[in-house]
């Protein structure tokens, strides 16, 4: 983060060659892990989504079926949208609206703690508060809602005591309003995070510099600050759109249960047995977020920008 | 997460308590080996730390509860027969784990009680004659197997059981009284738009497409020959039925957990909803006014019992069918039915319950003291009657029986179909 990072990493990098073994050696612990409990799954996961299944058995096999299902009547049913498209619509508009949501958040809560913070003890108390959310288990927090957001909640207690509204609101809760504020209220910090880390590293002599070239507020925000952080927005963005896309336990418990996400589809499918299909829907899921992901970093190079 | 951290220390608890209080007595006679542990797979409503306390102090078994959630259950048991030793599953999951080779038939003539276990199981009748309705996975139909190592049921009564029956019960509609205000006698009015966006279901494909038929009768739309074996047709329109109540706004949300139902009933987010006996008793007890509305289309029953995997042998295997005897002898039976839920065999529960207890809970007379649940905490008022009446009243209303229909791959796809629309 300081001005002596730089030379270091270039040492390490000119040593490389000389060392070579010794960094092979460095990485295996964590490449074994890797390997272990996430590349063999992933081939498994890959295998199995052309196998062929019945209620209670498995069969080796190679079969498109599973994909054929999991794209049931999508071409056909045009222009109306499939199962699998209207979910994959609704994940990806969830995604959209939590990443616009906490990316304007992150960014805004990031710079005050960089820019507008001064001392170090009181930037990293303020860092604690927001890992609060964290503090309890995932089911507690969102029990938590209902009390808050429900038909005789908090919420519509007050409104009603203040004359806001004469009837309770009922989209509060069980409803995408609840959904997106759950994610919200969970990732943004995923989101800050990353960007307050491009932020610590701006030099603020470019700062200055660009005040003094007579950069108003504004200007200077979106020619200096936001182009230097977008290494760690594109790295908030890929932990929350992939985070949101792959969620059902939020989706689920603020969604009443009855609004569908990917994730969900592949729960009840894997809680009936039918491996096979769910496989194919979780392949069919990463290749999409792998897609997103590698659309935002040709956005933005990221190993170089790091 | 954390249900499984408070079951754990309650469990640990009442383990210290159990072995504390055991040393004494069952341990050096009965059992000079090492004591047997019993790992006891089933959903969590069922495992007390009681039961586990009291097996503990009876018998010297170690009970070591695996809570999971009910498709787990089947899951575990199909794919994973060795990591556990005992199953607590519903009846009508035999159709799914079954043919996968790994539930052991259970000897009759082993268990103690056999000629005592309700007619219910058997029959498919009370013991007061009345028959009941056969509609879905009704237990008799899945109740026993050609042998022991069997894949396939048995059309008659033979040697060898599927599981023996813990605890079954007649479900129906909660309501609140008090936010309704007006007499509900059908399943009609869980799709009356009189109460959109108060109603709930189960969120569990193969439950709630029944509640949905036992709607789709109470209307009069149509007759199923069978609500718990569907055709594909009949699975599409109970489904469209469904899907235009959800687009019309008409649930709050659904409910797949013990605590979420009574949450949402209590919280008064609905009003109406499918539930189980001790959700409503949960509501009440909050002080919040709940009714178990009996209807006049009937209940769908559900009825769970123990099942051994094909790998259980040894020491182990007796271990299990003492506990299973030890478990049908009457206090796990007065234990159940004070929560509501029924037992297998009834004389023996009744011989553990205090007589004004067993008038309450089994006879549908009113309390004549206050009813008390098995912590001691205050259920129901001296004076109040059971919802929907006596055992006889409530089993003898059933109508039909929760199901895994052949269909079941199509009805999980049209249930995704659902949720998404």
Redesign the interface.
Known sequence: MDGGGAPVMVDAVRAAPRRSWGAYWQAAPFAIVFLLFFIVPLCLTVAVSFWHYDEYSLQPAFTLENYEEVFDGCIAKLPSLCVTFATYLSTLRFALMAWVCTLVLGFGIAYFLAFHVRTVPMQMALFLICTVPFWTSNIIRMVAWVPLLGRNGLVNQGLQAVGATSAPLDWLLYSEFSVVLAFVHLYTLFMMVPIFNSMARIDRSLIEAARDAGASGWQTLWSVVIPLCKPGIVIGSIFVLTIVMGDFVTVGIMGGQQIASIGKVIQVQMSYLQFPIAAANAVVLLGIVLLMIWALTRLVDIRREL | ???MNRRGLLRAGAGLAGVAAGTGLAAPAVHAQEPVTLRYLGTAVNQSAEIAAKVKQDLGITIEYIPV?T??V??RA??QPNTFDLLDMEYFSVK??L??GNLQGIEARRIKLFDKITPVFTRGVTAGGRTLGEQGTAPKKVQFMNGRGGKDLATSPTEWMTLIPTTYNADTLGIRPDLIGRPVASWAELLNPQFK?KASIL?I?SIGIMDAAMVMEATGQYKYPDKGNMSRAEIDRTMAMLTEA?KAGQ??????DFNESV?LMA???TVIQSMWSPAVTKVRSQGVACTYQPLKEGYRAWASGFGMPRTLEGRKLDAAYEFINWFLSGWAGAFLNRQGYYSAVLETAQANMQPYEWAYWMEGKPAEQDIKAPDGSLLEKAGTVRDGGSYEQRMGGVACWNAVMDE??YL??K???F???
């Open positions: 997460m954390t249900e959630v498709d787990d089947i899951r199909v794919t799914r784990v043919p996968s966006g969120n494909p959800k649930f709050r949300a659904f409910w797949s949450n919280s008064g987010e079941n791959t999980i796809r249930w995704n179909e949720i998404a629309s």
